[in-house]
């Protein structure tokens, strides 16, 4: 294992100070339990969001705390889901007034630990659980779709509402208009290694590629030889569109997100692919982010999220956001 | 049963987890992410870490303690389904009485069937339940048994004939359930590690 | 090879494209001769920023251009320079009347086609050579030292000034500075894989690094072991401050830069390395950066660099910038 | 000397680099950062592209048009070089009258000059100029004889024998100048090229 790292069982605390040092404008780190929360008190009737994860997929969710975005962000150990005593420090830290929004992935250990951690906390609170993987067959029966990079965007835009005085049911309404409105899907190049594990979470060949991987490197759709890009987003979109089947000129924010290793000019080539094929399919993109946001540590690949935009979604999509790892408007 | 007992029986379990750790990883990696096996030996290293702070304690205490360490401890799937089984334990009537074998069936039931309430699972979805379920059934049936070194190998039988009928199975709840057809032919990674820590309580209780 | 890629020829064109279509809001990409331009034309009468270099380094320089930072970049092909005729496009384009400051980083190959593309253009023009790699030694015999992320500094801390009215000689003064007062060195883990050699530019062994290596993957000053991430630190920060020699409390900004293939948690653990060991030796940091600013593909490494900071670098270090992938302010 | 004679020269050094392009791009790889065979290989296609554009022009301005294919489709220190080197073939006078043997060397005499001030290299700083430089001189030298084949048979053992000299050379120009000793002990890939160049233009001269 080749990471920039001291101690395994430090990595996590180690990172969480140097994000801490790096942003101190911004953000506080707190410890035992671990939350990342605003430097500044969240003000006095705002509803309050607080998200979490595993860490691994940074820069969500500390990177995206601050002025219209999260309140707080609970990162658990490398890819598993925080504890429920990081959430009820989380919104005991926050509280005010307002109730509480919990911003959870689709993962068991997510829900469960999220779960416990309102079911402790004596204020008001309700939940948004993401589940815009269209890798997965979504079910009743089963845990249904893995909540992915779309968590992003639906971060922002409730955070946007949130800070311009939404309530709390009509936070939860938009986020979950969000999550409902957006799909995405991913493919690896290669795996990824956690500071635990120190060897690759999965083997894959010199020309093979996992179509449809989590963002914990977990197994997708099928493993594939590689092909072209516009083959690969060809693909991808399908999966996508399949499950959004906008209208005709359907107005998409259309998000490039890296899995970590996969550099810039990558991602751009795809976002180029992507337009194109979107174009052809009368889509019109309206908005549009490309970078590494949820990402998989060093993992090499990419996922795609198209998001169907409406005149709400938009205008708290560029409203004002002053965090760590996104910033407009201030 | 004591607080003595279960930090024995912590230990017991934390060294043949250890021994099997290279198996529990590679069963998350194939159908998970392949942390299970971390997660399990943070927890019970947390646990025998605790030794002194609770050995002198009430049952009833003990197990509270234990159920935060591990609920804050782990993270992940087992944190959480792991953490309830303590937390419910504790909540158990007449702890504080001398906790004989049948008291320590009902909290372990008391247990798994918290578990079950928390992860919504049942048998047949390839999870760590589809070996606890039927152990906490079996539990039911010998509390007021004589036989129990039989019953106990019994419960070792089940255990682990569970654990292997897993691997056949779709899975429907927690990660692996995304695999869909491709988590087939896989045991469940939280299934082995429950049946190891079952196996080595029921052969410690035997052996007593 | 795997990256997302579908004719090597294609390779930079598509990227660009996809850059422009994602930015379209502040940049403009324009073709044969190649360059990233502001979307809106640069003000009559002010300085008007120029650099460039080999493509491989994303988002440095493209990602750059826009208010108060670069007002066009010409990227070469990966890993080689620029040509002449696309810096004379570059200047032409942008000719506000107030000269041209041409930032270039220090290799024969930018050197000698910057100095092609300014004899070329009739107007006023001047350069910055960067030179920061504490890696190399310095000699005017030689090519002396190469220029790496410091680069990225001098372009926003020039670009603030050019915006803010300062004349080609101040800005050019406020480059050398700062240029002058940086010090940066890189280590990698793996090496990198340019689309056209299909394969890894240099063999690295599972336990190995490469100390002070450059942005090309070219070779540093040694192959060691790898080291705990304290201890890497600690000797870059040994170089850099031999360099540097500052004064006991000197006010420094910190800047931790990936590769291109190191997730941003490690990035921060060595952020935070970093600032206890400066700590100890009586360095104040007083600004900071992490993150993927000047890459070499997918390389998984990192560079640090220090930037004595007075007032004036400050003041300009603060002041707004508006590009694809520096923001603040606005 | 004819336009077409450079066009096909073009063509037989782009099938001896494409020859030898593993070589020159692991030379690279080890004092630079591999793409120099690249580089050259763009330049050789895009001159050799422009064979119908060029063939019936006068030398001068088919020249001028190589050099600005050369300037602005390569990149790199061997593009700001190699175009230069045809800039200033270019420039030389007479080129509109019949271009004998002697006149050619004066072309290349007077393209290595003006890549000598752009990159400020002379003999002995491990690059490209270890071979041009004294193969100019060579050339000075001959231009006058008569015996051309024995003189250009030198002119290729002079090439070889400085290109294989910078091996063991520091070196002060380039990018390989950042490494130090580690410079020690490779071949430099433009010198490399550039002998490769000199060879086949000398041996396809002395079969014509
Ligand atoms: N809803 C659930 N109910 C019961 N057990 C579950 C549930 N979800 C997951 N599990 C168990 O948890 C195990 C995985 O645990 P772990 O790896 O620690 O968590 P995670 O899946 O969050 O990475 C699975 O193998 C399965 O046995
Ligand atoms: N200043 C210089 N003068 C002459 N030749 C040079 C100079 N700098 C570099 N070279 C030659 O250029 C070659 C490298 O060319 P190339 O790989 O195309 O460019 P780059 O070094 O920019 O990647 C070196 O091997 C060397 O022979
Ligand atoms: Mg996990
Ligand atoms: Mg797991
Ligand atoms: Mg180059
Ligand atoms: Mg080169």
């Not at chain 1, 094929?277 to 908005?287: A, D, F, N, Y």
Request: glycine share 10%; net charge negative; hydrophobic share 40%.
């Amino acid at each position: 294992m080749k990471k920039f790292i001291n101690k395994t069982d430090d990595f996590l605390r180690e990172s969480l100070e140097g994000f801490g040092k790096a942003h101190s404008d911004i953000i506080k780190v707190n410890f035992d339990p671990n939350f990342v929360s605003r430097k500044n008190k969240t003000k006095e009737g705002k509803v309050s969001l607080i998200s979490g994860g595993g860490s691994g997929h940074e820069p969500m969710h500390g990177g995206f705390v601050g002025h219209g975005m999260l309140d707080v962000a609970c990162p658990g150990f490398v890819f598993s889901a925080p504890s429920p005593d990081q959430m009820l420090a989380a919104a005991e830290h926050v509280d005010s007034g307002a109730g509480i929004l919990f911003i959870v992935k689709n993962y068991s250990g997510d829900i469960m630990n999220f779960q416990m951690g309102a079911e402790m906390y004596s204020q008001k609170s309700d939940s948004i659980v993401t589940n815009d993987d269209v890798a997965v067959e979504d079910s009743t029966f089963t845990t249904g779709r893995r909540g992915v990079a779309a968590t992003v965007l639906v971060e922002k835009i409730v955070g946007s509402l949130a800070e311009d005085s939404g309530s709390l049911e009509d936070c939860k309404k938009i986020g979950e208009k969000v999550n409902k409105n957006a799909g995405t899907m991913g493919v690896a190049f290669t795996s990824c290694t956690t500071p635990e594990a120190g060897k690759p979470t999965f083997d894959i060949g010199p020309d093979e590629m996992e179509f449809g991987v989590g963002i914990h490197g977990e197994p997708g759709r099928k493993r594939e030889k590689i092909q072209s890009s516009k083959k690969i987003v060809g693909n991808i979109l399908d999966a996508i569109l399949d499950d959004l089947k906008p209208e005709n000129n359907e107005k998409m924010l259309l998000f490039v997100n890296g899995m970590g290793g996969t550099p810039l000019t990558e991602l751009y080539l795809v976002y180029d692919d992507a337009c194109k094929i979107l174009q052809s399919k009368g889509v019109e993109i309206t908005r549009s982010l490309v970078g590494n946001y949820c990402t998989s540590l060093e993992m090499q690949g990419a996922s795609i999220t198209l998001l169907k935009c409406d005149e709400e979604i938009l205008k708290n999509w560029d409203a004002p956001v002053h965090t760590a790892a996104m910033r407009w408007g201030m | 049963m004591s607080v003595n007992f279960l930090i024995s029986q912590a230990k017991n379990i934390q060294k043949v987890i250890d021994e099997n750790a290279p198996e529990i990883e590679a069963l998350d990696q194939n159908i998970g992410d392949g942390d299970h096996v971390f997660n399990v030996q943070r927890g019970l290293k947390l646990v025998v870490e605790l030794e002194n702070t609770i050995k002198d304690l009430p049952m009833d205490k003990a197990l509270n303690m234990i159920a935060m360490k591990v609920l804050s401890g782990i993270g992940g799937s087992s944190g959480a389904l792991f953490g309830t089984f303590f937390m419910s334990m504790a909540k158990t009537t007449d702890l504080n009485k001398n906790i004989n074998f049948n008291k320590a069936c009902e909290m372990i039931i008391n247990g798994i069937q918290a578990m079950k309430e928390r992860g919504k699972a049942g048998v047949g979805e390839k999870t760590m339940m589809d070996v606890l379920i039927p152990v906490s059934d079996k539990l039911k049936d010998i509390k007021n048994k004589n036989e129990i070194e039989q019953e106990l190998n019994d419960v070792i039988k089940i255990a682990k004939d569970r654990m292997l009928a897993t691997k056949d199975m779709l899975c429907t709840k927690g990660r692996a359930s995304f695999l869909g057809e491709r988590a087939k032919g896989h045991i469940d990674p939280g299934a082995r590690s429950s049946q190891l820590i079952i196996e080595t309580i029921c052969k410690s209780v035997i052996n007593q």
